[in-house]
T-cell receptor, first 117, second 115 residues
Framework: AQKITQTQPGMFVQEKEAVTLDCTYD???????LFWYKQPSSGEMIFLIY??????QNATEGRYSLNFQKARKSANLVISASQLGDSAMYFC??????????????FGKGTKLSVKP | NAGVTQTPKFRILKIGQSMTLQCTQD?????MYWYRQDPGMGLKLIYY???????DKGEVPNGYNVSRSTTEDFPLRLELAAPSQTSVYFC??????????????FGEGSWLTVV
């Protein structure tokens, strides 16, 4: 069964420093996608970054990068040069391409990131 | 720049009442989803649709119904509201499940309280 684990309920980081949010996943499918979403206090879900299971390069989007270690089944989000506006909940999610769930996203429980000035 | 639009944003229901959460997307997406998010938790799938006329249950479908008569619209119906349905509801959509169109985009959420 597919599962996403985020072991850090809360994290603190100093403004302008980098931070890594952990995510491990479990799936028996060979084809899947990994996503990170940001949820600020206003509640909307904002797409940050995507990594496909066959992508050889780690995904990057501006200050966000995804440290993909397939053998370890981990997909950690790295945020460089943290800003106060990065304070939010962060969710890791996985989507099986050919699984029976028709591409449904399975979410972890999230990590609450707080950026200190 | 509409994307995924949900209405209403906030609603208070009395126990036993019914209501429909509306969701529409203007991106010609085939896949549409309804999730709920309980406090301090991740999102759980209620129902999904892979195209007009095709819907199926997700992880937590009890107490809900959906329809998909058009590509754009995917309303969620709550019948006989119960306090356990107090939650934040998100509608989401994507063009495909693989390739460049597989990003799932979310609406802004609908806060529902059942009292």
């Amino acid at each position: 069964a597919q599962k996403i684990t985020q072991t850090q309920p809360g994290m603190f980081v100093q403004e302008k420093e980098a931070v890594t949010l952990d995510c491990t996943y479990d799936t028996s499918d060979q084809s899947y996608g990994l996503f990170w979403y940001k949820q600020p206090s206003s509640g909307e879900m904002i797409f940050l970054i995507y990594q496909g299971s066959y992508d050889e390069q780690n995904a990057t989007e501006g200050r966000y990068s995804l440290n993909f270690q397939k053998a370890r089944k981990s997909a950690n989000l790295v945020i460089s040069a943290s800003q106060l506006g990065d304070s939010a909940m962060y969710f890791c999610a996985m989507r099986e391409i050919y699984g029976g769930s028709q591409g449904n996203l399975i979410f972890g429980k999230g990590t609450k990131l707080s950026v200190k000035p | 720049n509409a994307g995924v639009t949900q209405t209403p944003k906030f609603r208070i229901l009395k126990i036993g009442q019914s209501m429909t959460l509306q969701c529409t997307q203007d991106m010609n997406h085939n896949y549409m989803y309804w999730y709920r998010q309980d406090p301090g938790m991740g999102l759980k799938l209620i129902y999904y649709s892979v195209g007009a006329g095709i819907t199926d249950k997700g992880e937590v479908p009890n107490g809900y119904n959906v329809s998909r008569s058009t590509t754009e619209d995917f309303p969620l119906r709550l019948e006989l509201a119960a306090p356990s349905q107090t939650s934040v509801y998100f509608c989401a959509s994507s063009y495909s499940v693989s390739g460049s169109g597989n990003t799932i985009y979310f609406g802004e959420g609908s806060w529902l309280t059942v009292v």
